[in-house]
């Protein structure tokens, strides 16, 4: 069976793994620049699926993505010798008012009775756990188990296990469109005009999914939704837990190295870290962590969350109306999260 996948972040990678794993021979990947060159290697790396979960079913789904994770960061380092710095550092989601935190007791409450770790702390207790926090905080809702992984380290891992388990990664490859014949995906075109035959054929091409030439019209869009990030160094480290307050966190390292996060902008595949970009993310970081005034800026970028438009905003996974093709896209702001899970899914459409 000949399998092409279209598109080299997170969720072509994983797929191609996967599949390779359970046994098929023949897996190409596709990749227009370099794998893991977008919004895979670009992102965060939070494993957040108590915080960003927005109802139970996603609770379980996540939580489940989540811990996929232990087992798929010791089987990435076996293989390739990489470590994707899987850390479950716990998030504290901050609460100025005492109407913020009675919010959060809910969704605590909630998780607890599902079996989960999750506590709502006074200023006090979050100050026990994280002491660099702000003044003025009227508590917290602390989860010990979310957890976070480097992504230019989890891509870099990717490639060499897929590579070793004998996919063909072929990068500055641009698909110009998909080909069908009889009502059936039966391959791919590329810029040269070249035609790659398959039995199957995946799209993942992240926020550019629904740009390929070919893909059904019936699918629901995958468009970009950029964001911004900023990398800033402390010396000594001092940060440890990863904060929330609202849509803005912060994500230590643990080596010195803090993440500061985002923005939410419609601004199509525009490529630019703006100045009101910065001072928003800065900003609110400083709010939650004042301390971080003292850390260096070491660079700034910004990416394309693939994000579905459609009712409940599900990713796209899985059998597509057009045989032949199937799907791992639309992944939003949790596609780290989500990469195993979605792997094991897509590969056990394909192969059912
Ligand atoms: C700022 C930011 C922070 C984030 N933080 C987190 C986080 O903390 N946790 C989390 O879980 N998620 C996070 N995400 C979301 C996550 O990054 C994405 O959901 C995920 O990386 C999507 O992976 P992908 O493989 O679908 O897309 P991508 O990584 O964008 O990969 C798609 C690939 O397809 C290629 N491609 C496109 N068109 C073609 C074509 N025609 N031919 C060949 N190749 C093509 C592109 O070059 C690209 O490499 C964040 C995203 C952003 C932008």
């Known amino acids: 069976m000949r399998i092409v996948?279209?598109?080299?972040?997170?969720?072509g990678c994983a797929t191609a793994l996967e599949l390779a794993r359970r046994g098929v021979k023949d897996v190409v990947v596709l990749e227009r620049a370099v794998p893991g060159a977008e919004a895979s290697s670009a992102a965060a790396g939070m494993l957040a699926a108590q915080i960003e979960s927005r109802d139970e079913e996603e609770l379980d789904r996540f939580v489940t993505a989540r811990e996929a994770y232990a087992g798929w960061a010791v089987s990435l380092r076996e293989a390739t010798g990489i470590d994707i710095a899987h850390r479950r550092s716990g998030v504290l989601a901050?609460?100025?008012?005492?109407?913020?935190?009675?919010?959060?007791?809910?969704?605590?409450?909630?998780?607890r009775a599902r079996g989960l770790r999750a506590e709502i702390v006074d200023a006090a207790g979050a100050r026990a756990i994280e002491r660099e926090l702000c003044d003025g905080l009227a508590g917290a809702a602390y989860y010990p188990d979310e957890a976070q992984v480097d992504p230019p380290q989890l891509l870099r891992a990717l490639v060499v296990a897929t590579s070793r388990a004998g996919v063909v990664i072929r990068g500055g490859t641009t698909v110009s469109t998909l080909v069908t014949e009889g009502g059936r995906c039966v391959g791919v075109a590329l810029d040269e005009r070249e035609i790659t035959r398959a039995d199957v054929v995946i799209l993942a091409a992240g926020s550019w999914s629904s740009l390929v030439p070919g893909v059904p019209a019936e699918l629901p869009k995958v468009?970009?939704?950029?964001?911004?990030?900023?990398?800033?160094?402390?010396?000594?480290?001092?940060?440890?837990t990863i904060l929330f307050e609202g849509h803005a966190y912060v994500v230590p390292r643990g080596d010195g190295r803090?993440?500061?996060?985002?923005?939410?902008?419609?601004?199509?595949?525009?490529?630019?870290?703006?100045?009101?970009?910065v001072h928003s993310i800065l900003g609110a970081a400083l709010a939650v962590a004042p301390r971080l005034a003292e850390a260096e800026v070491v660079r700034s970028?910004?990416?394309?969350?693939?994000?579905?438009v459609s009712a409940q905003g599900t990713p796209l996974v899985g059998a597509s109306p057009l045989p032949g093709l199937f799907l791992a896209t639309g992944h939003h702001r949790n596609g780290i999260l989500l990469a195993k899970v979605t792997a094991d899914a897509v590969a056990s459409a394909v192969l059912a």
């Open 5 to 11: 996948i279209v598109g080299g972040g997170v969720m």
């Open 94 to 111: 901050l609460a100025r008012s005492e109407d913020a935190l009675a919010q959060m007791r809910q969704s605590v409450d909630l998780q």
């Open 223 to 240: 468009r970009p939704v950029r964001g911004q990030l900023v990398l800033l160094e402390e010396r000594p480290p001092r940060l440890g």
């Open 258 to 277: 803090v993440i500061c996060g985002s923005t939410m902008e419609d601004v199509g595949h525009r490529r630019e870290v703006t100045a009101a970009g």
């Open 301 to 308: 970028w910004c990416n394309f969350r693939p994000s579905v």
